[in-house]
């Protein structure tokens, strides 16, 4: 997929927890790759993001906290990753018992 720019980019659900975007030919200024952003403050799905420079260009990776989805998609030029919350387990405890 090309985004805006011209950077071909591809997304990679590295494991439950992790949605890597490979961002072909994209550099990010040098004090935004040093620390991730600790996002669990938050009390969303999302723990932490962080861009790593790569030979090709750059990574962004988003790690998700446990049991939240994940999923991607390409949407007019952009990746958007959707990150949803982890469901509740249904409760075993019926009414009235």
Avoid: Q, Y
């Amino acid at each position: 997929m090309t985004v805006r720019g011209g950077s071909s980019a591809t997304i990679e659900l590295a494991s439950p927890t992790l949605a890597v975007v490979h961002v072909a030919g994209a550099k990010a200024p040098r004090r935004i790759d040093r620390l991730p952003i600790d996002a669990t403050a938050f009390r969303g799905p999302v723990a932490r993001v962080e861009v790593k420079p790569t030979a090709a260009g750059l990574d962004l990776r988003v790690h998700v906290t446990k049991g939240a989805t994940v999923s991607s998609r390409a949407a007019e030029g952009a990746v958007v990753i959707e990150v949803g919350r982890a469901e509740a387990p249904a409760s075993s405890d019926a009414p009235g018992e």
